[in-house]
């Protein structure tokens, strides 16, 4: 479950302390060092205050193949937005976004009150990411991203998320059986743990919870009340921090606006 109310300044504090790669256990390329590495980084864990019971679900887990195949794969973000959307269905998450914007409308009311971003971008996000909450993924989370901090094509931005995830299951707030999308990420918006710890607001599983926690992230990145949120003006800067990836960043602004009411 996630139960999250944690102060960011605290999770600043630890990443202080867990960002110093100098010591790092050594990264691979195949399944066959997995285990060697998840003894060597179990140790770093351990003086870096990461408890028992997350020192022995990072133990259990097994070496996520799956996720190293996706990981590999993303050719879907080298589409035009034209290819994009059509793939990833825009025009139904546009069309099912309007109904859910009139039905929630005062969860989106109240959203927008907090943290001045308006229900299209969310409701894009949402859609995007999960189908509106129908597929929040099905692989380990603990597992995929232990797997891709010992990956070394991104082992230093995984090995972030690997720390949080440990002390998200530390707190009680993760059950490392938790369950998620091939690169950790977890609940209707599909967070990674690192945004959990500073963003998160209750139970990510749960869609308002979620809305709520995207709502924050996109403030804290920036967010301006009454901004327009297409490329070049001044919120789309915080729809690139949700993510890096150019198609998929206009592809959410403009269904975001289509959402809202605009062409």
């Known amino acids: 479950m996630l139960r999250i ?41 351990r003086a870096k205050g990461i408890g028992a019971s997350a020192i022995q679900a990072l ?15 993303q050719r879907s973000f080298n589409l035009s937005l034209d290819q994009f959307l059509a793939k990833r269905g825009g025009p139904a998450i546009v ?15 109240s959203i927008q009150q907090r943290y001045g ?14 189908g509106f909450g129908s597929q929040r993924g099905n692989q380990n989370m603990l597992a ?11 082992s230093e931005y995984f090995t972030e998320h690997l720390y949080a995830a440990l002390q998200l299951i530390d ?8 369950r998620g999308s091939m690169h950790g990420e977890v609940g209707q918006t599909q967070f990674m743990p690192k945004a959990i710890l500073a963003y998160g607001t209750g139970n990510l599983e749960n869609a308002a919870n979620a809305l709520s926690s995207t709502a924050n992230f996109l403030k804290a990145h920036g967010w301006r009340a009454g901004a327009g949120y297409q490329p070049g003006e001044p919120n789309f800067a915080a729809i690139q921090a949700w993510n890096a ?7 959410i602004a403009l269904m975001g606006r289509q959402i809202d009411g605009g062409e």
């Open 5 to 45: 109310a944690f102060a960011f300044s605290a999770a600043l504090a630890m990443f202080a302390c867990f960002s110093s790669q100098a010591d790092a256990a050594q990264c691979g390329s195949s399944s066959a060092g997995f285990a060697a590495w998840k003894q060597e980084f179990a140790g770093e864990a």
């Open 171 to 178: 707190r009680g707030a993760l059950s490392p059986a938790q």
């Open 59 to 73: 133990m259990a887990t097994n070496y996520a193949q799956a996720t190293i195949n996706a990981d590999r794969g």
């Open 245 to 251: 990836a150019g198609v998929y960043q206009k592809a």
């Open 117 to 130: 971003v308006p229900p299209g971008p969310l409701i894009a996000i949402w859609g995007m990411e999960t």
């Open 144 to 154: 995929s991203i232990a797997t891709l901090a010992y990956d070394c094509r991104r």
């Open 95 to 109: 069309s099912r976004g309007r109904s859910l914007k009139a039905s929630q409308a005062a969860l989106f009311a």
